[in-house]
């Protein structure tokens, strides 16, 4: 008991003394990790609203291949023809600009293009991108033929590289599983996330007094750091038989008996002894079959023949909930007809690792609740097992519009064909007929110049100026025609009514709608 306060105390004075260090790189003017496009770089263009460009130069190394890959979330609308998709690229400080064709990767899902700077420094005038919940995209050294998965841009602050050092008695050394339950990986959010071991020169040798070390490495986000540990091992006391805590074993992730015997410590201050010298003298625990508490007696002898053993609790757990296989998203129409809630059960599948199918499942959470309006709508499925352990999927319902507009025409509204063959006495004959529905009545209209002929098929505004008498009084006014560009097809003509009495300087105007050529 003596020694293992010593042991207990040395551990927590090794994480007190030597508290994990952050190891701050040199700050270089090339990217922490590998991609070289930061997003916070990018503005959209004032007119086009799914173009980019980078407002500061990139650092890229001459004449080095580069590939940018863009995904087809990320580039949105462009994806729906990616055969024409070009990215405008300045070489320098305006040195050379050129735009480069992007290649589309239908089967992944993707778009990408491969260059060769020649000067140190790039900017992307016109980058594909729409306004999505997507930020796939990524610029790299080397070809299309290395992508390996996209990768955020990693700022220069960015610790990539933790290290520790724990000192360990040599009779009490900690197994590979124990020493890894010392470390903890966590997301920026304060999640446990998995790690693996990258290289581990401590498990593989004989314990012997001395200096090892164990790397660690973690990824999230596409971003993998590592944690240096140095295990320093110390010779401080007699052989021992030990367990730094109970086993908790998964019932249906049952460890065997060598895999458990790895998570006991046997040392001995003279002979090299490791767990392969514990022999199983009582067990319980290889023929359990249910949840509940079991144990193996285990037992070690030296050289000498001295002997000492030890029980061994294992707990038999089941703390895995059932897993739900689906879909994350379900895409309906405004056209569709609902879907009821066991519909949207009935396309996932809920299964137990030691249940089966045998299992509670139902939605927790519904905020779609059968609607039609477009939109997207949050559902919460929830399954458990005997042993009251729950598992949850977060999905969303997308209700997408996908009818066409419904256009209603006020009988002002010429049809553009109409409009078009539109006479100078035409003109005259409306404008007569809208002063007549004003209760007025004019004569002797006159065009005097109309700046619209001419001009019918280009955007813009322009006025045809008349004279006419009202009253006993010669008057002048003017009609404005605004001749518009517009990407759809649809071409219609607009006629604005006049209110009130006609005098000097009255401005009408029509709208007249053209396809963008």
């Known amino acids: 008991m003596k020694k293992l306060l010593i042991l207990t105390c040395l551990i927590f004075f090794s994480f007190a003394v030597f508290m994990p260090a952050t190891y701050a790189e040199e700050t270089i003017s090339y990217p ?16 086009r609203s799914d173009l980019a460009e980078t407002i500061n130069h990139i650092r890229v190394k001459p004449n080095v291949w580069y590939t940018l890959v863009l995904d087809y979330d990320f580039i949105g609308n462009h994806a729906s023809y990616p055969e024409y998709i070009e990215v405008l690229i300045e070489e320098g400080y305006g040195e050379d600009l050129y735009s480069e064709s992007m290649i589309d990767d239908s ?10 700077p020649v000067t140190e420094w790039i900017r992307f005038h016109e980058l594909p991108i729409d306004n999505q919940r997507n930020y796939e995209a990524i610029l790299y050294e080397g070809l299309y033929i290395d992508f390996d998965g996209f990768e955020p841009y990693i700022c220069e602050t960015e610790i990539l590289e933790y290290g520790g050092t724990l000192p360990m008695d040599y009779d009490y050394q900690l197994t590979t599983e124990q ?23 401590y498990s593989s040798s004989l314990k012997k007094p001395g200096s090892y070390d164990m790397v660690f490495v973690s990824t999230f986000n596409q971003i993998s750091k590592k944690y240096l ?8 006391a007699s052989p021992l038989i030990s367990l730094s805590e109970e086993i ?30 514990l022999v199983v003298i009582e067990d319980t625990y290889s023929s359990a079959t249910t949840v509940g508490d079991f144990s193996i007696t285990v037992e070690a002898t030296d050289t000498s023949g001295n002997s000492s053993n030890l029980v061994i609790p294992i707990q038999l757990v089941d703390l895995v909930g059932p897993t739900i296989s689906g879909p994350l998203s379900i895409y309906l129409y405004t056209t569709d007809v609902a879907l009821t809630n066991q519909q949207i059960l009935n396309m996932f599948n809920a299964y137990d690792d030691v249940d089966g199918s045998n299992v509670l499942f139902d939605i927790t959470t519904n905020n779609y609740n059968q609607q039609t309006s477009p939109g997207v709508y949050q559902m919460t499925l929830r399954a458990g097992d005997s042993q009251y352990n729950f598992t949850y999927k977060n999905i969303e319902i997308h209700v997408i519009e996908n009818r066409g507009p419904v256009f209603v025409e006020d ?6 064909s109409t409009a078009e063959n539109m006479t100078d006495q035409e003109i005259i004959d409306w404008f007569k007929n809208l002063t007549q529905l004003s209760g007025l009545s004019v004569s002797q209209v006159s065009v005097i110049y109309n700046e619209y002929e001419g001009n019918e098929q280009l955007g813009g505004s322009y006025y045809v100026y008349l004279n006419y008498d009202l009253d006993g009084q010669t008057q002048t006014s003017r009609i404005r025609i605004d001749v518009e560009e517009d990407k759809t097809d649809i071409n219609y003509f607009v006629v604005g009514t006049i209110g009130g009495s006609i005098s000097l300087g009255l401005i009408s105007f029509f709208i007249l709608k053209k396809k963008k050529i």
């Open 248 to 277: 908790q074993i998964q019932l249906s992730e049952k460890l065997t008996m060598d895999e458990i015997k790895q998570l006991i410590s046997v040392t001995d201050n003279v002979d090299d002894m490791t767990w392969t010298d």
């Open 179 to 201: 020493i890894k339950g010392l470390i903890e990986a966590k997301d920026p959010y304060g999640g446990l996330i998995e790690y693996i071991v990258e290289s581990d020169d």
């Open 107 to 116: 089967s992944n899902g993707r778009v990408y293009f491969e260059f060769m």
């Open 229 to 236: 540990l140095d295990i320093r091992v110390y010779d401080l």
């Open 411 to 416: 009988e002002t509204i010429l049809q553009a």
């Open 32 to 47: 922490r990790g590998k991609n070289y496009l930061d997003l916070q770089n990018l503005r959209f263009h004032d007119n």
